[in-house]
């Protein structure tokens, strides 16, 4: 049976499409003729990609009447011609390379590659990446740098463990933070050439001198001059990644100065910090207009499995595939830390670790708070409120819950009867 469907079939009467390199890029423009009704005209040209080359090439297509460019995510040289036409006041779509295929056998030129893209364009088959609005792309750049720079930090701490166990120096099997207060405390001794276990684990503050013995026993090694060398260099780095996170930290704040109230909304969620919300905004925007639904966005977050269905049959894993690493660290990190409390998220995530495993857990759970994130931002009226750590257990059907046993039961070769207590 025939059946309505809401596809148009809208063909776009002038439309550019780019092939963006480092040094050039390959402009493809297409638009209707005039005198021959159902015939196109076209254009190709090759760009420096230097600013003056640009404008250049932005005056052309101005010339032309074209309202849509077209350009596919190559590496970062995009950008720049993306932000400069996109100034220019062009609807600038930026598509993923992979939903732009290329027929068997047809040869692959630069030349080619924009003819083809500018085809597919106009006949309405891609859909744009989602390319968040300046002021979000700055804070996007401040907070991933920030998080680059925290990896940074840690390899480094990592590689302060390995010289101290070079140096048979048993720090961190007694102290759970070696970059704290005392830990600290005692390198710096190390490095001014103290080597006196006893004096050494003296420096231990708080509840670490309750292990004065065991850091007796773990400074008792063959820290030499060269180890403090090295000790000192890598200590100096971490203290200067620790002075311009710092930095970073004061510029976020004022960035994130006029989307202050969302990221206030934010961190109500559990397992969500400033440092999380900000780094959520960065990545996703306020604007959930681009997302229709909850779906859509963790779709496009791929924190959704992928379906593939053939003959029939379900095929692959479900995995989710690879989506935007910077948000999914920060919806892991945040998995992770809610699983530790006692809310509805957190019971959620202890129920599925049973069941799952952590990996799959952290993903289920990170993605009902993408949901949650959705719902947050779509409406700046509505603020999260905790379902509670008993959601699950209030809402169990007891006869439901008796029947599973009993079929447990009896899958073990057991005959059940059921008598009511006292």
Not at 250 to 255: P, V
């Amino acid at each position: 049976m025939l059946a309505h469907t809401h596809d148009t079939e809208e063909i776009i009467e002038r439309v550019a499409a780019l092939d963006v390199g480092k040094a050039t890029l390959v402009c493809c423009a297409r638009v209707a003729d005039d005198k021959k009704p159902g015939r196109r005209l076209q254009e190709v040209q090759t760009y420096a990609t230097m600013t003056r080359s640009l404008l250049s090439m932005s005056d052309r297509l101005h010339c032309l009447g074209i309202t849509r460019v077209v350009m596919e995510a190559t590496s970062d040289y995009w950008k720049p011609v993306f932000y400069l036409l996109e100034a220019q006041g062009f609807e600038v779509w930026l598509v993923n390379a992979r939903d732009v295929k290329h027929l068997p056998g047809r040869p692959k030129t630069d030349k080619l590659d924009a003819v083809w893209l500018a085809k597919v364009a106009e006949r309405q088959m891609l859909r744009p990446s989602f390319v968040p609005p300046p002021a979000i792309r700055l804070l996007r750049d401040l907070t991933r740098y920030r998080v680059d720079l925290v990896e940074a930090r840690t390899a480094e701490k990592q590689r302060v463990e390995k010289l101290l166990e070079d140096a048979q120096i048993k720090l961190s099997v007694v102290a759970s933070d070696i970059f704290g207060v005392s830990g600290r405390a005692m390198m710096a001794a190390l490095i001014r050439g103290e080597r006196s276990p006893k004096t050494l684990a003296q420096l231990a503050r708080s509840s670490l001198r309750g292990k004065i013995p065991a850091l007796e026993e773990a400074f008792t090694g063959r820290f030499s001059d060269h180890h403090a060398f090295l000790l000192a260099t890598m200590l100096a780095r971490v203290d200067a990644i620790n002075t311009d996170i710092a930095a970073l930290d004061q510029k976020i704040t004022q960035q994130i100065a006029p989307f202050t109230a969302a990221a206030e909304r934010l961190d109500e969620v559990p397992g969500i910090g400033l440092t999380a919300a900000h780094a959520i905004i960065a990545e996703i925007g306020l604007d959930m207009s681009r997302f229709p639904t909850a779906a859509h966005l963790t779709s496009w977050a791929r924190f959704a499995p992928t379906v593939k269905e053939s003959a029939g049959k379900r095929k692959g894993k479900n995995t989710t595939g690879h989506g935007n690493r910077y948000l999914a660290r920060t919806l892991g990190e945040a998995a992770v830390v809610v699983g530790r409390t006692d809310t509805f998220l957190g019971e959620r995530y202890r129920r599925i670790v049973r069941r799952k495993g952590k990996k799959r857990a952290i993903v289920a759970v990170g993605r009902s708070i993408l949901v949650i994130i959705w719902h947050l931002l779509s409406d700046p009226e509505v603020h999260f409120i905790d379902l509670g750590a008993d959601f699950y257990t209030r809402r169990t059907n007891p006869d439901r819950k008796k029947r599973n046993h009993i079929r447990e039961l009896e899958a073990l070769g057991y005959r059940v009867t059921l008598e009511p207590a006292a």
